[in-house]
């Protein structure tokens, strides 16, 4: 059983070398262990069911790349409803500008009197795009939950 713990040390050497996992090599090294003994009770000897739970174990990148595939996932998705939420931020204040200016507009150079505030019908039109955008973010923030 030394040729299993020293598999399961080397494998972890190679993944990462600076970090020393102690209590995943033991389970590992554990489980390793149960399938010997389980392919010692189908018949086989102690050597070949140990070299057939090593090819079987194969690589421990498939060992571990579930949970590096899912890490990558959810940093993703942080990232995009970050990038939502500052593109939500951007188009809030950028529309607030555009409302401002058709305000000014109708207040400073046309008269008020005869068109009334005309500047609240393009302002209902500018809003769509923060709400576009916030629809984005919600939808975006709803899904990494």
């Not at 090593?54 to 959810?74: C, L, T």
């Not at 529309?95 to 207040?107: D, E, G, H, K, T």
């Amino acid at each position: 059983m030394k040729t299993i713990e020293r598999f399961v040390k080397r494998m972890f050497k190679q993944k990462n070398p600076k970090q020393d996992d102690q209590e995943a090599m033991q389970k590992m090294i554990e489980m390793l262990k149960e399938k010997v003994e389980d392919l010692k009770e189908t018949g086989l000897t102690e050597e070949e069911a140990i070299q057939k739970t090593i090819v079987e174990f194969g690589e421990i990148d498939a060992f571990f790349q579930p949970a590096v595939r899912r890490e990558k996932r959810r940093y993703k998705r942080q990232k995009t409803v970050r990038h939502y939420r500052n593109d939500l931020v951007f188009s809030l204040l950028a529309s607030l500008l555009i409302i401002a200016i058709f305000a000014l507009i109708n207040i400073f150079y046309i008269p008020f009197e005869s068109y009334g505030p005309w500047f609240v019908i393009p302002s209902i039109g500018v809003l769509f795009w923060p709400l576009s955008l916030l629809y984005k973010w919600l939808n975006k923030k709803g899904d990494s939950d």
